[in-house]
Nanobody, 125 residues
């Protein structure tokens, strides 16, 4: 059974950084060909896409504004999200998810099949 586990969430001050990790297990597909996304749910808002990665292609939501970087280590089946210059507006639960097909990345949440349980990021001013 496919499982994604996020880690790295913490409570930090504004301007500080965090590195989130998402490690996959049980995926029957070839991991390197699967799109992985990071998403977040901030207080009072719906879950939204933060960034996606497939091979060397990355995509970011407009609100990232160059502050976050997504990367992956296929050998370790892990995707990272580096969060820099954090603001209180970045407070929320961050999730990773994987699609169940090859070669396609979207920002549409419903196209992702496997989800992690989330990791909490809290940024205070």
């Amino acid at each position: 059974q496919a499982q994604l586990v996020e880690s790295g969430g913490d409570s930090v001050q504004a301007g500080e950084s965090l590195r989130l990790s998402c490690t996959a297990s049980g995926l029957t597909m070839i991991y390197s060909g699967v799109c992985i996304g990071w998403f977040r749910q901030t207080p009072g808002k719906e879950r939204e896409t933060v960034a996606t990665i497939l091979g060397g292609r990355t995509a970011y939501a407009d609100f990232v504004k160059g502050r976050f970087t997504i990367s992956r280590n296929n050998a370790k089946k892990t995707v990272f999200l580096q969060l820099d210059s954090l603001t209180p507006e970045d407070t929320g639960t961050y999730y990773c998810a994987a699609r169940a097909d090859y070669g396609v990345c979207t920002f549409v949440l419903s196209t992702y099949e496997y989800w992690g349980q989330g990791t909490q990021v809290t940024v205070s001013s």
